[in-house]
């Protein structure tokens, strides 16, 4: 049995990790709201793009000629995954959650004797799968001096997948995220940005519209900034979602360590009254045998 | 009967402006100037750098635009873009900066005919702003 000293040092260490985790969650509590904010901010931005693209590609005049970022390049054999993370850890299953929607689409991907890319938004993501897939990964991008998720972070992510697949270097490309449906819910995504699919929408509008200039020009103009918009918007839902996972997780510590605070001081006040039983017990029997 | 429209600019982290007593926009359309009044027939289209005038009940409030996208329709104006500046707020030194890296971008070697016209028309709407 742990003496009383050891005891009461761990009592005491157990309260201040209590704290710490207290502030943190804190902390987090109030980045939420924010980054709660802007993400809902930010929808009806990505949603009008959606919009106008799904109403732009209904009256695309020939399917044969579109813009290869919209049709694919015809073959499905390289797929590159952009899988976003945080750059922090502390935050619950949040970063595991994603590589675990992850690691299923790659070993799916492989098994079907495709070609596998990676590239890694966020130093958390980076470093659980390069044990694994070390040599698929292609590229890293972390944002740790940006305190907020913002637009151009998004655009260099978006401007760097676009190159890369005018280079021919990918004919798939997928981002995993995190979306953001409440404090302790967060569902891993996995969505497909190139080529474009937009076959579970209908179209339901009989408006036809003006075009200036044409449909194809617009749409070369307008996939690559959709690109980055889907990607500035799984960072959003991304940085709201890890916050939501932090302050439950560390909600959660909070409370572990009220209980195991509780329970060591039990033990601790239990030792101590054993403690003195024992010296009574041994003075009476002393003196009764006098 | 009321010649006016509903506008409403949306920034990706955020709505920009939402007013609903429009009764004339002019926006830099790709393929020029873009009047757009009450009951403009529904029309997508993008925009290149320049200034979109708006006209309302409040007077003409003028802003600068680098890139985005619009469209009408019934009575309703959407547009989109990633950078977009109020002029009456907009600082000399903020609009000097934006002119400088234009002008950095333009001496650019590598850069194709239509991203040399687009950062043309950039510089040329920064200088008439000045």
């Known amino acids: 049995m742990a003496s009383l000293d050891d005891l009461k040092k761990r009592i005491a260490s157990v309260k201040s990790t209590q704290k710490i985790t207290k502030a943190m969650k804190m902390v987090a509590a109030a980045k939420l709201r924010r980054a709660q904010e802007s993400a ?41 995954c952009v899988v976003m993370t945080s750059d922090r850890g502390l935050c619950g299953g949040f970063n595991s959650n994603i590589i675990k929607k992850a690691k299923s689409y790659f070993s799916k991907i492989l098994n079907e004797g495709k070609e596998l890319k990676i590239i890694t938004v966020g130093s958390k993501g980076n470093d659980q799968l390069k044990r694994s ?32 697949f005018e280079a021919g270097e990918f004919d798939v490309c997928m981002i995993f995220y995190n979306q953001f449906k409440n404090v302790i819910t967060q569902i891993p995504q996995a969505q497909q940005i190139i080529p474009l699919n937009n076959e579970k929408y209908e179209n339901n509008s009989e408006e036809s519209y003006e075009f200036e200039p044409d449909e194809d020009e617009i749409l070369s103009n307008l996939l690559p900034k959709n690109i980055s918009t889907q990607i500035f918007k799984a960072m959003l839902e991304n940085s ?38 024992k010296e009574l017990i041994e003075i009476i029997s002393g003196a009764e045998s006098l | 009967m009321s010649e006016e429209f509903k506008i409403e600019i949306i920034n990706p982290d955020k709505s ?79 609009l000097q900066n934006l002119l400088i890296s234009a002008e950095k971008e333009s001496q650019r070697s590598d850069i194709d005919d239509q991203s040399k016209y687009l950062v043309d028309q950039k510089i040329e709407t920064l200088k008439s702003i000045n």
Do not use: C, W
């Open chain 1, 40 to 80: 809902e901010r930010g929808r009806p931005y990505s949603e009008k793009m959606n919009n106008v693209i799904l109403n732009l590609s209904n009256g695309i005049s020939d399917i044969e000629n579109a813009p290869r970022l919209l049709s694919g390049t015809g073959n499905d054999k390289i797929h590159l």
């Open chain 1, 133 to 164: 897939y070390g040599e698929k990964i292609i590229g890293n991008i972390s944002f740790k001096e940006s305190k907020n998720a913002n637009y151009f972070d998004a655009d260099k992510v978006g401007k760097m997948v676009i190159k890369k």
């Open chain 1, 240 to 277: 709201a979602s890890e916050q939501g996972s932090r302050m439950s997780a560390m909600d959660n510590a909070t409370r572990n360590a009220g209980e195991m605070v509780d329970k060591l001081t039990i033990e601790y006040n239990r030792s101590r009254q054993a403690a003195i039983t």
């Open chain 2, 16 to 94: 920009f402006l939402v007013k609903d007593d429009v009764s004339e926009v002019v926006v830099p359309a790709f393929e020029g100037e873009m009047g757009i009044l009450k009951n403009h027939i529904s029309i997508i289209s993008f925009l290149k750098p320049g200034i979109i005038r708006i006209q309302s009940k409040s007077g003409e409030d003028k802003f600068y635009v680098e890139d985005g996208i619009i469209e009408f329709k019934n009575n309703n104006l959407s547009i989109l873009t990633s950078s977009i500046f109020n002029l009456n707020n907009l600082q000399k030194d903020k």
